[in-house]
């Protein structure tokens, strides 16, 4: 991404601390989360879609940089998509072993394309069961999780450290003698 290009429109006196563009999925590179930090909002624009593949819009979220308390990012395991995922792969194993060692009486075939299938899905829903995610928490506690790519985890830890240093500066009061609208709490 461009440092120089903006992709929303600043006050005057804004200044931009950090931003960056990442994938919300390993698997589908269409989507990027794109997240823009100044000296008074955070924004994040996340992609929305059908089905997770057809591009339905956006959303744009801000936050007030003043009521963020946190920034952070993590990975965390999904716990329905790996339950559901583990089962569908031990179904799919089943039917398998019965497809090879079974009866000779022709049922073979449906056994195998089926658990073939169940332990394929089974498969792709244990690995889309870790996600990475970047975590924003105002002063109240909530907070919002926007998905990203494993791939980009570095990425948006370095957009986390800048947001957080830009996060602690606007809490800074203004230099003794300085201008109102200078970054002091009463702004």
């Not at 990975?75 to 998509?81: D, E, S, T």
């Not at 299938?117 to 909530?142: H, M």
Request: charged share 20%; with cysteine; hydrophobic share 50%.
């Amino acid at each position: 991404m461009d440092p120089d290009r903006v992709w929303i429109d600043l006050a005057p006196d804004e200044r931009v601390g950090a931003q960056a563009d990442m994938r919300t999925s390993s698997l589908l590179g269409r989507g990027r989360l794109r997240l823009l930090a100044t000296d008074r909002r955070i924004v994040a624009r996340r992609p929305g879609t059908l089905l997770g593949l057809i591009s339905a819009g956006y959303t744009k979220v801000t936050f007030p940089v003043h009521s963020v308390a946190a920034i952070a990012v993590g990975v965390r395991v999904r716990a329905l998509p790996a339950v559901v995922g583990a089962f569908f792969l031990a179904v799919g194993a089943a039917l398998l072993a019965f497809g090879v060692w079974g009866s000779s009486s022709g049922s073979q075939l449906p056994a195998l394309s089926l658990g073939g299938f169940g332990a394929v899905l089974g498969a792709i829903l244990i690995a889309s069961a870790r996600v990475a995610e970047v975590s924003i928490t105002n002063c109240a506690g909530d907070r919002i999780r926007l998905p990203i790519a494993l791939r980009d985890r570095q990425s948006a830890a370095a957009f986390a450290d800048r947001a957080a240093t830009v996060v602690a500066d606007a809490g800074r009061p203004a230099p003794r003698g300085a201008a109102p609208g200078a970054g002091g709490p009463s702004d």
